[in-house]
């Protein structure tokens, strides 16, 4: 088996990678219950696995000379998965969207999160979750750092439909992104225990979530009450007057009817439109 000893996000994906899936990590933690653990039998081959994320097998990864000094209670478990199952309703984005729902200003409020491939943001539970944290999660938002952290108060709780993406999150402070990040995607929280974040700092001319180059245009749903709903915002393609500021923007409802709805909604890879 393999240790989850410094095991993260990129060693995961390349272990997705060496068993034949699109380097897509659904989930990594560590073995929780003793059916999930290895057989007393088996020996334990890795540990310390350092991948950068561009190998092809994770025999190619650095990893301890050392004889493993872990137990099978720390034995990896995994979920890899494709970024489109056929036959369902999959976000074309291939990056990770990060968003502040319900603050006081754009720099502030729940923290959501939409993994690739899926079309819905979810939140992150407040579990283990601290100052390091905040600056990479302020820096996915393509903020500098953090001012403020706390737990979410009663009237800033995501939806009881939204789903908790996020727990135990345990950064070193060196990720650019927060999901590069140690975490949990199965959870004991409620939204009770969402994170609510106060990002500070000069805003990066760079979006978060830039689109990736073979979709010049990038939209997404802010600030809505329900999965799938929010303010309509559009990131232009280099040269437009939205990247020209660096930022996203809005679209004004001047003419805009069901038939523009329709469209808005599949650029977002969705299917129904209710105005």
């Keep these: 088996s393999v240790c989850n000893s410094r095991f993260g996000y990129s060693d995961a994906q390349v272990a997705c990678r060496s068993l034949g899936f699109p380097s897509t990590v659904v989930s990594y933690r560590s073995a929780r219950v003793t059916s999930e653990q290895g057989s007393t039998s088996q020996v334990v081959l890795m540990d310390d696995v350092a991948c950068n994320g561009t190998e092809t097998r994770l025999d190619q990864c650095t990893r301890s000379n050392r004889p493993a ?3 099978h209670a720390e034995d990896v478990i995994l979920a890899c998965g494709y970024s489109s199952i056929p036959g369902t309703v999959s976000n074309t984005n291939s990056e990770w969207s990060y ?3 319900g603050g006081t200003s ?3 409020g729940r923290l959501e999160v939409r993994p690739a491939g899926s079309t819905t943001y979810g939140t992150v539970c407040d579990d283990a979750f601290g100052a390091t944290d905040a600056r990479v999660a302020c820096r996915s938002l393509g903020y500098d750092s ?3 952290y ?3 108060r009663s009237t800033e709780r995501g939806s009881s439909s939204q789903p908790i993406v996020m727990d135990d999150v345990a950064c070193q402070g060196t990720e650019r992104e927060l999901r590069y990040c140690a975490y949990l995607a199965s959870h004991n929280c409620g939204h009770t225990e969402d994170v609510y974040l106060a990002c500070s700092g000069t805003a990066s001319h ?3 979530t830039p689109a990736p180059p073979s979709v010049p245009w ?3 749903l802010v600030g809505g009450d329900a999965p799938n709903s929010g303010r309509l915002e559009v990131y232009g393609p280099s040269g437009s007057d939205a990247t020209t500021t660096g ?3 809005t679209v004004c409802d001047d003419s805009f009817g069901l038939s523009d709805a329709r469209v808005a909604c599949r650029s977002l890879g969705l299917t129904t439109t209710t105005v």
């Design 206 to 208: 760079v979006p978060a």
């Design 69 to 71: 000094d872990c137990t």
């Design 99 to 101: 968003r502040l729902v």
């Design 247 to 249: 930022r996203w923007g």
């Design 150 to 152: 706390r737990t979410v």
């Design 218 to 220: 990038q939209y997404r």
């Design 146 to 148: 953090y001012s403020s």
């Design 106 to 108: 754009a720099a502030s």
